[in-house]
C-alpha cells in the first residue's frame, strides 16, 4: 500500500511518514501543494493525505487539480482549522475524509485504514476468527476453544470490530463511533470498563490473551 | 439632507421659519386692519360732505334755484383740494364739477340711501381714489345726482411706510429669534455633549463607567439608561472573555509544565526502555486530555457564536436517552447504578448537538453518583415548555456552586481539577451553549442528596 502525505509543517510531515512506514506502509513524503501535486499526478498512491494550508498551492488546489486530471484514489484532509465550510468544501472537491488537528495518530491510523479498506468490499466474511477465538456473524455466537461465550449485543459489536481489525490498535474515539454511534469523546472511563468486561468473558479464563491495551492509543486484538 | 443637518442648526432654522411666519401673519393682520380703518375714516369723511349736499339740495323748491344751487355747494366743497366734486341735474346737466373731475362711469349708478352706498376705488393720473356717490331729491321732487371721491395717497403714504417697517421688523426679529433658538438649542443640548464626552472617555480599560442617568434631562436619561445597559452586557461579555483567557492560560499551564518536567526529567539520564515507554505513555494520555480540551473550547466557541446548529430536524429525545444509557450500561452496572427514563417529547434542532448536550449532564451525573445510586431521566410537557430532568443521587452541591456550574472550568473542589476521571471543565458550558443555540436553557437544583439538572426547550 502506497501513500502519498503533503505536508509542510515538518515535525508532522515526519511523523505521519515515519509512523505510516512502521505501521507496514510504503509512504513518500512532498513538503509543499506543486510538489505534492507533481508527484500524485504522476504516481501511483493507494492514498493522498492532504494539509489544507499549504505554501504555493494549497490543498483545495492540488485535491481540484488532481480529481480533473482523473485521479481517483482517496484522499484524507488534514487541517488546523474545523469550519463546517471547510468540510463542506472539502467533500464537494471529493475529499473521503477529514481530520482536525490536533488527533492521535492511532485515529489518524484508523481513519487511512478505513479509507484504503474502502473500494476493496469484496465478500464480508461471516465467521471471524483469531487464534481459537470464533464469531459467527449469522449466528451471532461467540466461541472460544469451542467453548460458547454469552455476549451482549454491544460486546458482540464491539469484538466484531476488533476482530475485523485485528492488528490495529482502535482508538476510544472510534470504538464509541463504530459500537455506539457516539461520535465525541466521553469524560468517563466508559470504554475502559466496556472492554474490562469484554475481556472478563473473552480473555480472562484462557491462554493467549488476545486484547491488549495499549496505553495512550487505545486497544488492539491479535494473536501473539 | 435634513438628517444630516446638526441638531443646533435644525433647532435654529425652525425658530427662524416658524417665528418669521408669525410675525408675518401679524404684520399682514396689522396692516389690513389699519387700511380697513382708513377706508372707514375715508367713507365717514364723504358721508358728511354728501349729507351737506343732500341738506342744501332739499332746500330746492324752483328751477332758479337749481340753476343757483352751485354756489352753496362750491362755497361748500371746492375749498377742498384734494376733494372731487360733480353735480349733475335732473337732465344730466353739470351743475357743478371740480376742474379735474373724471369719475368711472360705474359710479352713476346711483343709490338714494346713503348707508347703502358703496365705496368705490380707483387710480387715475397716478393718484388713489375713493369714491361715493348717491342720488338726492330736490324739494320739487327732481333727482340731483352727487359724487364725491378723496384722494387717498397720504392714507397710502402712511401705509406704504407702515409696511416697509414691518418688514424690516419681521425679519430683524425673526434673525434675532433664530439667535436666540440657536442658543438655547446649545444649551439645551449641552447634556447631550456632555454625554459624548463621558461615552468618549470609556474604553476597554474602563468599562465600568457609566452615563449620569440620573444628572441627564428626561428626554435624555432613557437614552443614557439604554446606552449603560448595553455597557453592562458589553463590560460583562468582556468580562467574561478575558476570564477565559486568562482560564485557557491557567488551564494548560498546568499540564503543558507536567508534561514539559516529566520529560526533561526523563531525559536527564539514562533509562531502561521500559521507564520510556511508561512516560510516552504518560504523556500520551496528558496531550489526549488536551487536545479534547482544545476541541471542546472550539465546539464552545461555535455554539456560543451560533455557527454550530447545522442541522433542524425533529429530535426524539427519549431515543437519544436510551441509546446514551446502552452507551454508559457497562459503567453504570460496573458500579450498581440504576438508570430509569420515563415519558417522551420531541424537539426541533440538531441532533448530534443535542445527543452531546444530554451526554454531558448524563456523565457529569454518573461521575457524581455514588455506587448503588441512581441516574433518573424525565421528559414532561410543562407550561409550554418541554422539560428534560437529569437526577441523580449523591452529594448535595451547595447553593453558592448551583449558577457557577455552567462556567468554563468552574470546578466545585478546585483540588479535582486534574483528578483522574474529571473532564476538561467544559461539559456544563458546552451544554448550556448548546441549549441556547436551540433558544432553551438549562439550570441546576440540589438539595437533599438529589442533584437535578433541567434542560428547557421551547414547546
Known sequence: MKILIVEDEPKTGDYLQQGLAESGFVVELARNGVDGLHLAVTGDHDLLVLDVMLPGLSGWQVLETLRRSGKEMPVLFLTARDQVEDRVRGLELGADDYLVKPFAFSEFLARVRTLLRRGRSGMESTALRVADLELDLLRRRVARGGQRIELTAKEFALLELLMRRQGEVLPRSLIASQVWDMNFDSDTNVIEVAMRRLRAKVDDAFEPKLIRTVRGMGYVLEAP | MIARLSLTARLTLLFTLGSGAVLLALGGLVG?????????????????????????????????????????????????????????????????????????SRLQVLETDLALAPLWTWSQDGKNYRGLAATFPTAMGTQVQVAMAIDSEHHDAFLRTLQRSLWLFVACAALLMGLLGWFAARRGLAPLRSMREQAAAVTAHSLDRRLPAQAVPAELADLAATLNEMLERLEEAFRRLSDFSSDLAHELRTPISNLMMQTQVALSRPRDADSYRAILESNAEEFERLARMIADMLFLAKAENGLAIVQDEPVDLAREVRDLFDFYEALADERHIVLALMGDGMVQGDRLMLRRALNNLLSNALRHTPPGGRVTVTIVRQEGQLLLRVENTGETIPAQHLDRLFERFYRVDPARQHAAGEGTGLGLAITQAILRAHRGAVSAASESGLTVFTLRFPY
Open chain 2, 32 to 104: 389690513g386692519a389699519i387700511e380697513r380703518h382708513f377706508e372707514e375714516l375715508d367713507r365717514a369723511e364723504l358721508t358728511g360732505k354728501l349729507q351737506h349736499a343732500q341738506h342744501l339740495i332739499a332746500q330746492v323748491d324752483s328751477l332758479a334755484q337749481l340753476e343757483r344751487l352751485s354756489v352753496p355747494l362750491g362755497d361748500a366743497f371746492l375749498a377742498h383740494h384734494d376733494l372731487l366734486v360733480q353735480v349733475l341735474g335732473p337732465d344730466q346737466q353739470v351743475l357743478l364739477a371740480t376742474p379735474d373731475a373724471q369719475f368711472p
